[in-house]
């Protein structure tokens, strides 16, 4: 019988939906084979699906990686993480300026044995100085979520090989548009693909790119835990890996614009885009950045958090909302969102005030979002 998708062997456009949970084996051979890693195949929705692996040799093409492991939110590409390369005793080195949720995954990890160091990023340049022997992990992100502050990846992959550490970059904010954490070091990369990647504020998903042993291994955990990808998520967000570059590039040149122009506001006292020559991580950026320093800003403004909520409700284009990477740009304050459940004098200590926003720049036309920004500051 002909493949009822390819009858006449012309190939669909898109990758299929396939929703299947189960497959009809034809004979014990070719199960055999599948378990045993001979063939691609597919058996159970948990191990494997075609929809989702299509969308993983993108994202490994993106990361220039061997491979990529796909799954159901960036969180849980984190937590991947964590259970694959760790165990009870090791040392595992973070930041603070990092996404909030890892805060709550350390607690747990602490409960399983896991020492944990919590760094400021401003501190990565003496990095080794606190990897001990029993370090395993070094987590961070470059630019860093939500005071975009850069790591020197290299420097950072240095510090890992004193104790034989695993460096694990997240690179949601870059984007492999602008960054390969790979080429600069890292063991491997994480992605919330729920963000740029996806792009679109309609799907929920989570990457990993390295080596193929790596694949092998994060595999391992994905089909025990059960987080597979959902295949029409994986469709989302194939299709919106197709405008990836566009969107990346719009966003990159709207980030130094509105960057630009919130320079020379005296309402804003604090402003972070690495692409500004005057931010500390500028040279840094430069060298392991390349075509833009992505889409993402922060800033304090105004001097209260009351002064905060009046510019962000005065917002008319700019959407008040969590999530990064979209084609809407969306703007929110940090310490009542993503950073809501760390201690407050734990925000405070590594400069996430109470006034401070973070702007993730959408698609729309710079002068739009710089009208809108000039007429809602005038609200302070
Ligand atoms: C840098 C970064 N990493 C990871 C995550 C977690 O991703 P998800 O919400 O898809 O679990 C986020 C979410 O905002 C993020 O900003």
Known sequence: MSDPLTPYGNKPMVTPIVNAVN????????????????????????????????????????????????CTSGMAACTLVYLSYLKAGDNLILFHDIYGAHYKVSLILERLGVEVTWLNADESAELERYVKPNTAMIFLESPSNPLCKVIDIPEARRAADKSGARLIVDNTFATPYHQNPLELGAHLVVHSATKALGGHNDLMAGAIAGSKEDYNTLWFTRQAVGCTLDAYSASLLERGLKTFELRAERMASNGM??????????????????GLSDHPGHAVAKRQMRGGFGGMLSFNVGQTQEDAKKFISSLKVIKHAVSLGATESLICIPYLTTMLYLPPERRLSFGVCDNTVRLSMGVEKPEALIGDLEQALKFL
């Open 23 to 70: 497959y009809e084996y034809r004979d014990f051979e070719v199960l055999r084979r599948i378990t045993d890693g001979e063939i691609d195949g597919y058996t159970y929705h948990r191990d494997d699906n075609p929809t989702v692996r299509a969308v993983e040799d993108k994202i490994a093409e993106l990361e220039r990686s061997e491979d990529c492991i796909v």
């Open 257 to 274: 614009a509105v960057a630009e122009f919130l320079k020379t506001k005296s309402s804003i006292s604090e402003l972070f885009y690495p």
